[in-house]
């Protein structure tokens, strides 16, 4: 069973760092593409960033290019989002996602969610 749990935000202020975790379970996270998606209220779900762990490629879409930096710990199952230099506009939920697909930062390409993990920054 494919389960993702996404661990560390919080609140933080602008400027300010944060990182959160995704713990993968049920499956090797070496044949899987993982991404990053958030969501604000009555929002779609935002894709803005995904590490495909075969051949480690990132993307990141520009909002977070140079803030954002995703990283994985291979015998952890884990995969890591380092957030930096936060602005409110940043606050959303976060959650993570898997598939077999490449690396993609379409929400839409992901059939495996974790529960998500509330950021709010403050100005």
């Known amino acids: 069973q494919v389960q993702l749990l996404e661990s560390g935000g919080g609140l933080v202020q602008a400027g300010g760092p944060l990182r959160l975790s995704c713990a993968a379970s049920?499956?090797?996270?070496?044949?899987?593409?993982i991404g990053w998606v958030r969501q604000v209220p009555e929002k779609a779900r935002e894709g803005f960033s995904c590490?495909?762990?075969?051949?480690?490629?990132?993307m990141y879409e520009d909002f977070v290019k140079g803030r954002f930096t995703l990283s994985r710990d291979d015998a952890k199952n884990t995969v890591y989002l380092q957030m930096n230099s936060l602005k409110p506009e940043d606050t959303a939920v976060y959650y993570c996602?898997?598939?077999?697909?490449?690396?993609?930062?379409?929400?839409?390409?992901?059939?495996?969610w974790g529960q998500g993990t509330q950021v709010t920054v403050s100005s």
């Open positions: 049920g499956f090797t996270t070496a044949f899987y593409s």
């Open positions: 590490i495909s762990i075969s051949d480690n490629k990132t």
């Open positions: 996602a898997a598939d077999t697909g490449r690396c993609s930062v379409l929400a839409s390409t992901y059939r495996y």
